[in-house]
C-alpha cells in the first residue's frame, strides 16, 4: 500500500519536471530460462529515462557500478537483457557477455505493431489502459498509463502512449512488473566498453563459445583452479567440463526474442 502511494504521488506532480530530468522505474523480471521446466528466475532490473534515451539494466550491474571501482567493473557479467535505447537516433543497443567477453549489438528500433484495447483496470492504484503485441515469436499484453507520459517500457519495448506498467507473454515464460517511480540525478550513463558485433558476428560468437567453451582456459588467458574431495589440486579434465556446459547451455533455450535462439547441434 505504501509503494502504491508513493507511486500514486509521483504521478501527480510528474508533468511539472518532465524535461531534463532522469527518471528511475524499477520492475520485477520473473522468467524461465528453460521451457520444459517451470522453474522460474526473478531480477530486479531499473529503466532509466532521460530525454531521448532509456537504459534497461540490472540492479546487479547497477550496484557494481555504483561502487566505482574500475577493477570491480571489469568482473561485473551481469548483461542479461541490457538495453539502450535511443529515441532521437532509433537505435537499440543491446549488451552480451559470452565466455570471458562482452559484446554489443545496434540495430534499428523496431516497429511495433501494438493493438491498443478499450480494456482499462487499476495497478499500484494507476490508471492503465491494455495493449497486445505480436513480436518474435510471443504474443504480448502490456498495461501502460498515460498519466506517466514516458512512451517506454522494459527491455527493448516502447512506443504506446504511456509508461508500461506490467508486460508479460501468454505463456508467462517472462513477465515485467513496475514496483516503483523515483525521480533520480545525473544522466543516463553507457554501459562498460564492449565489442561491437553485427548480428551474424555475435551469433558465431555464440556458437564458437558453445564448441569450445574453455579455449581461453586452455589457452592461458584465464586460470581456473579444480580441486579434488581432499582439497589437492588437480589438472582439469576439459572433456569433461566441456560436456556439462554444453548441456548448461542448451538448457537456456527459451530466449525472450524467441525467434532468434541459437541453433546449436
Known amino acids: 500500500m505504501k509503494k502504491a502511494i508513493m ?3 509521483i504521478v501527480l506532480i510528474f508533468m511539472s519536471f518532465l524535461q531534463g530530468q532522469t527518471y528511475r522505474v524499477d520492475y520485477q523480471m520473473t522468467y524461465k530460462m528453460d521451457s520444459t521446466k517451470n522453474e522460474t528466475i526473478k531480477k530486479k532490473m531499473i529503466l532509466d529515462v532521460k ?4 537504459k534497461f539494466y540490472s540492479y546487479n550491474l547497477y550496484h557494481i557500478d ?3 571501482t574500475n577493477q570491480i567493473r571489469k568482473k561485473a557479467s551481469d548483461y542479461d537483457f541490457a538495453v539502450i535505447k535511443n529515441s ?5 543497443e543491446k549488451y552480451f557477455v559470452i565466455g570471458l567477453d562482452k559484446y554489443s549489438y545496434k540495430e534499428d528500433a523496431p516497429k511495433f505493431e501494438w493493438k491498443i484495447t478499450e480494456e482499462v483496470r487499476k495497478i499500484h492504484d494507476v490508471n492503465c489502459q ?3 503485441l505480436n513480436y518474435k515469436g ?3 499484453e502490456a498495461w501502460f498509463t498515460k498519466d506517466i507520459p514516458f512512451q517506454e517500457g522494459p527491455y527493448i519495448f516502447n512506443s504506446l502512449p504511456g509508461l508500461i506498467i506490467d508486460m508479460r507473454d501468454s505463456g508467462n515464460n517472462y513477465i515485467f512488473t513496475m514496483t516503483e517511480l523515483r525521480k533520480d540525478i545525473g544522466s543516463v550513463d553507457p554501459i562498460a566498453e564492449t565489442i561491437p558485433v553485427t548480428r551474424k558476428q555475435l551469433t558465431k560468437a555464440y556458437q564458437d563459445y558453445y564448441n569450445d567453451p574453455y579455449k581461453e582456459l586452455k589457452g592461458g588467458k584465464a586460470v581456473m583452479k579444480v580441486v579434488d574431495e581432499s582439497g589437492r589440486q588437480v589438472t582439469p579434465n576439459f572433456n569433461q567440463l566441456t560436456e556439462l556446459k554444453r548441456k548448461d547451455i542448451k538448457m537456456k533455450n527459451n530466449p525472450i526474442e524467441l525467434t532468434d535462439a541459437i541453433k546449436y547441434p
Open 7 to 9: 507511486i500514486l504521488f
Open 51 to 54: 530525454d531521448n534515451v532509456s
Open 66 to 68: 555504483s561502487l566505482g
Open 88 to 92: 532521437k537516433d532509433n537505435t537499440t
Open 130 to 132: 491494455k495493449a497486445k
Open 138 to 140: 510471443r504474443n504480448w
